[in-house]
């Protein structure tokens, strides 16, 4: 799987070809993460899904995917989620995030 595109979205891809979820927003408590991506009306829990892996026996990188394109067509706009340490299959570490975080495109710009 070698793309000679050189675009940002390729950057983006993983070994099983699933893009990063673009994340708006992302806290990590001792309940579990809580975050926000980019929907235009049809991404779900289903569409998202989460990779751990550990740093360190403190800290674990969280990376979140999304596995299901969202090809509806409304304004973009955030959809948030939440997830708990159990669904992670995690204690007390550290939990960091992999992805970028970026703001929701204004109004005026297409992604």
Not at 10 to 16: C, L, P, T, W
Not at 69 to 96: K, Q, T, Y
Request: aromatic share 2%; glycine share 4%; charged share 30%.
């Amino acid at each position: 799987m070698n793309d000679q595109s050189g675009t940002a979205s390729a950057d983006a891809q993983r070994e099983d070809d699933s893009p990063l979820a673009d994340v708006t927003s992302f806290t990590a408590d001792d309940d579990g993460v809580r975050f926000t991506v980019i929907s235009t009306g049809c991404t779900t829990r289903a569409s998202i899904e989460a990779r751990v892996e550990r740093v360190d026996a403190r800290t674990a990188a969280l990376t979140l995917l999304r596995v299901k394109p969202d090809r509806c067509r409304r304004m973009p706009m955030n959809a948030p989620f939440e997830m708990s340490r159990d669904e992670l299959g995690l204690a007390d570490e550290d939990i960091v995030l992999s992805n970028p975080v970026s703001p929701l495109p204004s109004r005026g710009s297409r992604r």
